[in-house]
């Protein structure tokens, strides 16, 4: 049974970084595409970015792109979500998800979830 654990989240300033990790046990995470999503205070779970399993391919959603970056290390398996220039807009709770690239950042294709990890971007 895979188990999807999240770590990395915190609170940062405006424009600030951080490194969310997603790592797994039971069954390693090479064989799915994985997600981070993120969910604020009333408002819908949205797919931030995903990476496939197989080619590499890579989504962002538009208001993270250029900012974000998606990355997998297999040696570890363990997938990063690299955050930079972070906003205010930015803060939720950020879930790690794998499943499969069918359609990408489409949170039906993704079987495995983990807990959670806050991220809070405030001055």
């Known amino acids: 049974q895979l188990q999807i654990v999240e770590s990395g989240g915190g609170l940062v300033q405006p424009g600030g970084s951080l490194r969310l990790s997603c790592g797994s046990s039971g069954v390693r995470l090479d064989y799915y595409a994985i997600g981070w999503f993120r969910q604020a205070p009333g408002k819908e779970r949205e797919g931030v970015s995903c990476?496939?399993?197989?080619?590499?391919?890579?989504y962002y959603a538009p208001s993270v792109k250029g900012r974000f970056t998606i990355s997998r290390d297999n040696a570890k398996s363990t997938v990063y979500l690299i955050m930079n220039s972070l906003e205010p807009e930015d803060t939720a709770v950020y879930y790690c998800?794998?499943?499969?690239?069918?359609?990408?950042?489409?949170?039906?294709?993704?079987?495995?979830w983990g807990q959670g990890t806050q991220v809070t971007v405030s001055s």
């Open positions: 990476l496939s399993s197989s080619d590499g391919s890579t």
């Open positions: 998800a794998a499943g499969n690239w069918g359609r990408p950042c489409h949170d039906d294709e993704y079987d495995y």
